[in-house]
């Protein structure tokens, strides 16, 4: 959520040792050129999470969404965030946690509640289930149990600390998973792709994680999310290359868009699907003028923050303007649009690229896929609103709904 576990290896470790699979197909592996899209044929390990938390009928992604696991006890409720990287645990919810020297002291920062975490890295078994407690699915992920949280609102990214940490309480109820991308950078530099829990499956069920058969990486739909992408779960989807992160391994940088106010050039930047929140940041450059009003903010305790205006349109291209695969759009205040954020709160700087966090409500109209693996990210257009209000290129892509 951000503003602007003999064990069975995990799947990361067994692709740090190899080179990245082979991307294109035939035709492309030929010519040596870049592929349109990622090729899943070989791939048919995958399983299916619902969610478990409660939305209103037919408003998805209103609520913060919760998938069921276990860390060792009962099995609990977690928040699922794409806005950050790594799970959260109170010390206090973790059976037979005691701090060891050889655990790693550590913590994460959420930039949109100004949230600091403080505690130290253990490993641990998730086992993620369904909501009459199967298990379907078996991660081995370095789980933050944290002992205490802060409201830090002059935190400093570059060096992780808070220069007035008045006001730590101890924690005992935090329970939160974090399983976005390219989040390392935004206070977040403990939050590596070796801390993803989607990412590092070691059992299907009762079934060991195959390298070969097994593509890391997830697609999120209105009802769960697909861990394993394989042919059945990809149908359908548009997609972009991702540039390379500086983390190793499945570490990928956020995916490319260009951002449009009102009449203004579609100025190029990159976005973050986030789950965690209801409204939109946006990082606007000078060619983008807006308009703000004063408004709540729902990440702080309903505290004023400028944002945009009633009128205000914004359009998002992926990955531009000059040949984009999908694009929404919306005009702060019109209630007919389900993927309008609660409030579209922009930063002015002084810069040449902008950044849009979209917020949960984007998820009404697209499934969002991340290929840890290959570097893509796909978009799935699902409607049924107005096409007026967004879509993929081309339209036949999305010629039927899909249902997981």
């Not at 100025?267 to 807006?290: C, H, K, N």
């Not at 930063?347 to 896929?369: E, M, P, Q, W, Y």
């Not at 990210?377 to 249902?403: K, N």
Request: a positive charge.
């Amino acid at each position: 959520m951000t503003n602007r576990i003999t064990r069975a290896r995990p799947l990361a470790a067994l692709l740090a040792a190899a080179a990245t699979a082979t991307l294109a197909g035939p035709a492309a592996a030929q010519t040596g050129a870049t592929p349109a899209a990622p090729d899943y044929g070989a791939y048919t390990q995958g399983i299916f999470i619902p969610f478990v938390s409660t939305q209103p009928p037919g408003q998805p992604f209103t609520n913060a969404v919760q998938l069921s696991f276990s860390a060792g006890g009962a099995p609990r409720r977690v928040t699922m965030d794409t806005g950050s990287t790594g799970v959260m645990i109170s010390s206090l919810l973790l059976p037979g946690y005691t701090p060891t020297a050889a655990d790693s002291a550590g913590w994460e920062f959420l930039s949109s509640s100004k949230l600091l975490f403080r505690g130290h890295w253990v490993p641990r078994d998730l086992v993620f289930m369904d909501g009459q407690g199967r298990r379907l699915a078996t991660a081995h992920v370095p789980v933050l149990a944290v002992d205490s949280v802060i409201t830090c609102p002059r935190f400093d990214m570059a060096s992780g600390t808070c220069p007035d940490p008045s006001g730590a309480k101890v924690d005992s109820t935090t329970v939160y998973m974090g399983v976005g991308f390219g989040r390392e950078h935004n206070g977040q530099t403990q939050g590596t792709p070796d801390k993803n829990p989607f990412l590092n499956l070691t059992r299907i069920g009762d079934t060991p994680v195959q390298r070969g058969s097994f593509r890391p990486g997830y697609v999120i739909t209105r009802t769960g999310v697909h861990l394993g992408l394989t042919p059945a779960n990809t149908a359908n989807f548009v997609y972009e290359r991702l540039t390379a992160g500086a983390y190793g391994t499945m570490d990928w940088n956020g995916a490319p868009i260009c951002l449009q106010v009102n009449a203004s050039p579609c100025v190029a930047g990159s976005v973050l699907v986030d789950t965690g929140i209801e409204q939109m940041y946006l990082t606007v450059t000078p060619r983008i003028p807006v308009d703000t009003v004063p408004r709540p903010n729902p990440s702080r305790h309903g505290a004023s923050v400028g944002a945009l205006a009633d009128g205000s349109q914004v359009t998002v291209r992926f990955p531009g303007a000059a040949s984009p695969v999908a694009h929404y759009t919306f005009r702060v205040g019109d209630t007919g649009n389900p993927m309008q954020p609660t409030i579209a709160i922009p930063s002015i700087v002084d810069t040449t690229a902008t950044f849009v966090n979209t917020g949960r409500h984007f998820l009404r109209d697209f499934d969002v896929l991340f290929d840890a693996q290959g570097g893509w990210f796909g978009l799935r257009w699902t409607g049924p609103v107005p096409s007026r209000f967004g879509g993929v290129t081309p339209p036949a892509t999305a010629a039927r709904r899909y249902e997981r």
